[in-house]
């Protein structure tokens, strides 16, 4: 079995600021996703990797950076954070395509 | 427009129940389907794939997938307390990594 990590686990930013939130896997998976997590709006993707170095975009990218530099992390930028926006980002890796994805315990946003 | 819905939206069944829970897809090129299942304060985990036409059982967990009319069902037997969660359905097309999630249906088993 493998684990995926997220750091850190609770954060608080102000309005305008830039912040980072960070994904490590040990399942040698090849594709990372992060998700965005809204109360009564299930998950959202934001970006997603299929291998090191690369980059896609999912629906809700806008406001957001990623960087995959290693096969085992993936990281989220918030370019600028958001008034009251709270919200939970979830990263999760796969094998491939069409396999199932493995959820890390997620990081909570919260922003003055 | 959401790609995946679920229904309901909350449900409570007793200890020892039933429990059904359903998905729609409003896109034809979705194939592949997941049920995953969230408790609070964790991130989902997979219940089961389903990805032909038919009935699939994991232990008390049994999914059946109908393409034609983009329509996948979770029932749960037996249901225990430790159920209670949030349930997600989601979907792909082939080749894409692309998933979409619903907005989950909320399960309370009362003990």
């Known amino acids: 079995g493998g684990i995926i990590t997220q750091t850190p686990k609770f954060l608080i930013g102000q309005e305008g600021q830039k912040l980072t939130l960070k994904c490590q896997q040990n399942?040698?998976?090849?594709?990372m996703y992060w998700y965005r997590q809204d109360s009564g709006k299930g998950l959202r993707l934001i970006y997603y990797?299929?291998?090191?170095?690369?980059?896609q975009k999912g629906d809700l990218s806008e406001g957001y950076d990623a960087s995959r530099e290693k096969k085992s992390s993936f990281s989220l930028t918030v370019t600028s954070a958001q008034k009251n926006e709270m919200a939970v980002f979830l990263c999760?890796?796969?094998?491939?395509?069409?396999?199932?994805?493995?959820f890390g315990p997620g990081t909570r946003l919260l922003v003055l | 427009q959401q790609k995946v819905q679920q229904s309901p939206e909350s449900l409570s069944v007793p200890e020892g129940g039933m429990a059904s829970l359903n998905c729609t897809s409003s896109?034809?090129?979705?194939?592949y389907f997941w049920w995953y299942r969230q408790h609070s304060g964790e991130g989902p985990k997979a219940l089961m794939?389903?990805?032909?036409?038919g009935d699939k059982k994991e232990g008390r967990f049994t999914a059946h997938l109908n393409k034609a009319s983009l329509h996948v069902s979770l029932h749960i037997r037996d249901s225990q307390p430790s159920d209670s969660a949030l349930y997600f359905c989601a979907a792909s097309e082939p080749g894409y990594q692309n998933f979409y999630f619903g907005k989950g249906t909320s399960l309370t088993v009362i003990p």
């Open positions: 399942f040698n998976h090849d594709t």
């Open positions: 990797s299929i291998t090191e170095n690369d980059l």
């Open positions: 999760a890796s796969s094998l491939g395509v069409q396999d199932t994805q493995y």
């Open positions: 794939s389903i990805f032909s036409d």
């Open positions: 896109d034809r090129n979705f194939q």
